[in-house]
């Protein structure tokens, strides 16, 4: 079993929809955080906790440590928002990043 | 501010061989940290160098070595290379290590060894 879940897998919504993409991991961890990558290989940092949520712009992420579980919410979705979302998690006691295996995230005009 | 530049961005080699990737980090950053991205595997962590040293390393085979200069600038060195290695190299800085802060990532290596 993987450290590091992440769900769903690929997700396609309408233009303007809320979305929710998951993460949970299984062990007690340091810090989280989670990358945007876009088609060609770039990617781009959204968020880094520990704890609590954080918010910027359209982008919302949570994390509840005692649950092991971690949210990332886009708002009004775009298409421009069209991407892989990575979760990667710090484990306690093992300084190396362990990432998910990522949400294919299609926004249809 | 000169985000983190990596070279080559693309590059062919044949089994056998060997290869060197280089990552320039954002001015100021101390810490490299490399990254193996593949269709099979998803990214995994190669290791990472702060000031020089290596400070922490992933489940790789000792083909993969990498080295930070006293500039930050950082090389990864694959040898005897195998088809398997064929991905997406990434690597990413940060002020001081990107366990507590930001990381930025450059836009990778993609190596095809054939």
């Known amino acids: 079993k993987n450290e590091v879940e992440q769900s769903p897998q690929n997700l396609t919504a309408q233009e303007g929809e809320f979305i929710t993409i998951n993460c949970s991991y299984s062990?007690?961890?340091?810090?989280l955080h989670w990358l945007q990558q876009h088609p060609g290989g770039g990617i781009v940092s959204l968020f880094m906790?520990?704890?609590g949520k954080k918010k910027h712009g359209r982008l919302i992420a949570t994390i509840n440590i005692q649950e092991k579980h971690s949210s990332l919410h886009i708002t009004a979705s775009h298409p421009r928002d069209s991407a892989v979302y990575i979760c990667?998690?710090?484990?306690?006691?093992?300084?190396?990043?362990?990432f998910g295996t990522g949400t294919r995230l299609t926004i249809i005009p | 501010k000169a985000g983190v530049t990596q070279t080559p961005r693309y590059l062919i080699k044949t089994r056998g061989q060997q290869v060197t990737l280089s990552c320039s980090p954002i001015?100021?950053?101390?810490?490299v940290s490399w990254y193996q991205q593949t269709p099979g595997q998803g990214l995994q962590f190669l290791f990472e160098?702060?000031?020089?040293?290596?400070?922490n390393k992933g489940n790789f085979p000792g083909r993969f070595s990498g080295r930070q200069f006293s500039n930050s600038r950082s090389e990864m060195n694959v040898s005897t290379l195998e088809l398997g290695d064929s991905a997406l190299y990434l690597c990413?800085?940060?002020?001081?290590?990107?366990?507590?802060?930001?990381?930025?990532f450059g836009e990778g290596s993609r190596l095809t060894v054939l």
């Open positions: 990667a998690v710090l484990l306690f006691g093992n300084e190396k990043l362990t």
């Open positions: 001015s100021g950053h101390r810490s």
């Open positions: 160098y702060f000031s020089e040293t290596q400070r």
């Open positions: 990413a800085s940060s002020l001081d290590g990107g366990w507590s802060g930001e990381l930025f």
């Open positions: 906790l520990s704890s």
């Open positions: 062990v007690g961890i340091s810090a």
